[in-house]
T-cell receptor, first 112, second 115 residues
Framework: KQEVTQIPAALSVPEGENLVLNCSFT??????LQWFRQDPGKGLTSLLL?????REQTSGRLNASLDKSSGRSTLYIAASQPGDSATYLC???????????FGTGTRLQVTL | DAGVTQSPTHLIKTRGQHVTLRCSPI?????VSWYQQVLGQGPQFIFQ???????GRGNFPDRFSARQFPNYSSELNVNALLLGDSALYLC??????????????FGPGTRLTVL
């Protein structure tokens, strides 16, 4: 059974700092990995999707890496801003079915 | 273009009642999935429908059922509500099943409270 873990559970950083969020999964036989952002009480916004054959994806100040063999992914956020405050979730897709297995998220607070 | 829409936004029910949640996917998307998110946890997969057929089911009791209509919209039904069914119910749509670049797009969710 696939299990996804995210560390740390919560993180508080001052504005402008670069930070890394971690995601690990137990079964390396994944189809892809997706990072999402969730604001309190809201739905999920897709940030980046990495195919199993890819090593990283970039979008603006965000960079996600994937090491499938070791079961790890990281989300790097450069020059953090207060607007980045949210919960960040990673999810793995085990195969061609659309089912996603999510971690419990990292709650990020960026302070002024 | 409109994103994934869900209705209602919030609702309150009592134990034993029945509830129906609705989802309209992004135009052109044929796959709809349902997730349950309990406070403080990541979403848990409930169902996936593609081309009006069930293509996946998570570890949820038979009180949970769903269907997809010819226009690809979907309903999630929950019977005999329990307090533990209180959660944010999320709908996600994607273009098609089985594609590696098949990003899933989530709606704003329906907040269900069972008293």
């Amino acid at each position: 059974k696939q299990e996804v873990t995210q560390i740390p559970a919560a993180l508080s950083v001052p504005e402008g700092e670069n930070l890394v969020l971690n995601c690990s999964f137990t079964d390396s036989a994944i189809y892809n990995l997706q990072w999402f952002r969730q604001d309190p009480g809201k739905g999920l916004t897709s940030l980046l999707l990495i195919q199993s054959s890819q090593r990283e994806q970039t979008s603006g100040r965000l960079n996600a890496s994937l090491d499938k063999s070791s079961g790890r992914s990281t989300l790097y956020i450069a020059a953090s801003q207060p607007g980045d405050s949210a919960t960040y979730l990673c999810a793995v897709r085990p195969g061609t079915a659309s089912k996603l297995t999510f971690g419990t998220g990292t709650r990020l607070q960026v302070t002024l | 273009d409109a994103g994934v829409t869900q209705s209602p936004t919030h609702l309150i029910k009592t134990r034993g009642q029945h509830v129906t949640l609705r989802c309209s996917p992004i135009s052109g998307h044929k796959s709809v999935s349902w997730y349950q998110q309990v406070l403080g946890q990541g979403p848990q997969f409930i169902f996936q429908y593609y081309e009006k057929e069930e293509r996946g089911r998570g570890n949820f009791p038979d009180r949970f059922s769903a269907r997809q209509f010819p226009n690809y919209s979907s309903e999630l039904n929950v019977n005999a509500l329990l307090l533990g069914d209180s959660a944010l119910y999320l709908c996600a749509s994607s273009f098609w099943q089985g594609a590696g670049q098949d990003t899933q797009y989530f709606g704003p969710g329906t907040r269900l409270t069972v008293l």
